[in-house]
């Protein structure tokens, strides 16, 4: 998959067949949609093509952070490239771009210098200055620039009336809704990162932890949670507490991962942490005797849920 950093005056070459959106998380309905536009583009020979922008427009109006992200930039053009995508674009929403409007977006932007032929795109679409174009001009425009369009009914998940939806994910990460999550992305939400060197208390409680600093990505409940590991391309099973740990008095927010019959270095070594469901809440306890109790509970109910499953 070819990716690119384009602005407003990029020139293509190709005949397009794209998709617009930021696909954060890409969750069942982005997939649904990806899959029928590079389903599309191979019975019409064309070139699959998403087009993304750079920062999120949210991001861009609203100054959000990096905390905002489902998924990192990479792990999501490797979702992307496994699902077919041959052409990533990455607009730059800037002063320029944001001032656009809907019909200058698709007839200059889209037609002229992208060379669209062929447009999938989600029912509840917006686009152009104050998100002013939605599918019904599409439609018109469509027929006034001779382009064909697809339109993609909102995905929901079965016997509910839930759409799968990044903001929804969202607010269920924030809210230790995992399971929930993990519905609606289709697969375990994930994090990566290099494992830190910690303070070694963890490991006097015979309870070692792979401590991981989770950066440019949205912050789950903070509390413990089963989780997998994968490591080496090898899965694991284990536990994580996100936080600070209060009995500790400390000030990071860390994911501190126990990872069960498991005792290799791995300082510096990236580890991908899949979180499978919620125990409880971070708590801050009286003393270290108590919280190696609780751990103690902390893992029963763990692998009690992996023989569940």
Not at 229 to 256: C, D, H, Q, S, V
Not at 296 to 306: C, T, Y
Request: glycine fraction near 6%; proline fraction near 3%.
């Amino acid at each position: 998959m070819k990716t690119r950093n384009i602005d407003i005056n990029y020139i293509n070459k190709k005949p397009l067949c794209i998709t617009i959106g930021n696909f954060d998380g890409i969750h069942l309905g982005h997939k649904y949609i990806i899959n029928t536009m590079v389903n599309e583009s191979r019975m019409n020979d064309l070139y699959p093509t998403v087009l993304s922008f750079n920062p999120h427009p949210r991001k861009y109006f609203k100054k959000i952070h990096d905390e905002f992200n489902i998924i990192l930039e990479k792990d999501k053009k490797d979702i992307l490239n496994g699902l077919g995508v041959e052409n990533f674009l990455r607009l730059n929403f800037d002063k320029k771009t944001s001032s656009l409007t809907a019909e200058e977006f698709v007839k200059k932007f889209l037609v002229k210098n992208l060379k669209l032929k062929m447009l999938i795109i989600g029912e509840n679409f917006q686009f152009g200055k104050d998100r002013k174009g939605n599918i019904n001009l599409l439609k018109k425009l469509s027929y006034k620039n001779n382009f064909s369009l697809k339109i993609i009914k909102s995905i929901k998940v079965k016997n509910s009336k839930i759409v799968c939806s990044s903001s929804n994910i969202r607010k269920n990460i924030e809210k230790g809704n995992i399971e929930k999550t993990n519905i609606l992305l289709g697969r375990p939400w994930a994090v990566k990162g290099r494992v830190l060197k910690g303070d070694g208390r963890a490991r006097k409680m015979n309870f070692p932890t792979a401590n991981l600093f989770l950066d440019k990505i949205i912050k789950p409940k903070k509390g413990v949670y089963v989780v997998s590991i994968i490591f080496n391309n090898k899965k694991y099973r284990g536990i994580a507490n996100f936080g600070r740990r209060p009995t500790f008095n400390g000030k990071k927010l860390l994911l501190e991962v126990n990872i069960f019959n498991f005792n290799k270095k791995i300082y510096g070594k990236e580890l991908t942490v899949q979180f499978l469901a919620f125990i409880r809440e971070e708590i801050k306890f009286k003393n270290f005797d108590k919280l190696k109790y609780q751990v103690k509970k902390d893992v029963k109910v763990a692998k009690s849920f992996f023989k569940n499953i």
